[in-house]
């Protein structure tokens, strides 16, 4: 029921103009305030950030991100050394242990957005969709912010 509330409301807030990014629900899954950065154009891949929460009692593995607004995306993880190098490499798939919640954030795990199809450009939005083992699908707006943005609400 939930599911189908969800998405009846999504329905009637794009109906009216209203951007449904922070919640989106598929049984135990939920996603909040999805965001990404304005780009410069195509040519550099963009990032997408958000918090997916596993509201259920088993463990849920992120396998796969799909969008269109690019023609690969990734999770990947940036990380820094002891000497203060920082490097950024595919993180591969993410488990979530049941009522663990994991943050996508910058400087740390983040979506990557590979051969970026059009700019994203503030104010504007795409759609991400997150495919878990069980083959389950949740998809959640992703609004975009400024280029100098760090959040949703900073």
Same mark, same amino acid.
């Given at each position: 029921?939930? *599911?189908?509330?969800?998405?009846?409301?999504?329905?009637?807030?794009?109906?009216?103009?209203?951007?449904?990014?922070?919640?989106? @629900?598929?049984?135990?899954?939920?996603? @909040? *305030?999805?965001?990404?950065?304005?780009?410069?154009?195509? =040519?550099?891949?963009?990032?997408?950030?958000?918090?997916?929460?596993?509201?259920? /009692?088993?463990? +849920?593995?992120?396998?796969?991100?799909?969008?269109?607004?690019?023609?690969? =995306?990734?999770?990947?993880?940036?990380?820094?050394?002891?000497?203060?190098?920082? =490097?950024?490499?595919?993180?591969?798939?993410?488990?979530?242990? /049941?009522?663990?919640?994991?943050?996508?954030? /910058?400087?740390?795990?983040? +979506?990557?957005?590979?051969?970026?199809?059009?700019?994203?450009? @503030?104010?504007?939005?795409?759609?991400?969709?997150? +495919?878990?083992?069980?083959? =389950?699908?949740?998809?959640? @707006?992703?609004?975009?912010?400024?280029?100098?943005?760090?959040? /949703?609400?900073?």
């Amino acid at each position: 029921m939930i *599911g189908k509330l969800t998405v009846f409301l999504t329905v009637l807030a794009l109906a009216w103009g209203i951007s449904i990014s922070v919640l989106a @629900e598929a049984d135990d899954i939920v996603v @909040e *305030g999805a965001w990404s950065r304005a780009s410069i154009g195509t =040519s550099r891949p963009g990032a997408a950030y958000l918090t997916i929460r596993n509201t259920g /009692p088993e463990y +849920v593995t992120l396998t796969g991100i799909r969008t269109d607004i690019a023609t690969r =995306s990734e999770i990947h993880r940036s990380s820094t050394d002891d000497q203060g190098v920082t =490097s950024m490499a595919p993180a591969g798939e993410i488990k979530i242990a /049941p009522t663990d919640t994991v943050s996508l954030e /910058p400087g740390g795990l983040h +979506v990557m957005l590979m051969g970026l199809q059009r700019p994203m450009t @503030e104010g504007e939005a795409f759609w991400l969709t997150l +495919v878990f083992s069980d083959g =389950s699908e949740v998809s959640v @707006e992703v609004s975009i912010l400024g280029f100098a943005a760090r959040g /949703p609400d900073i």
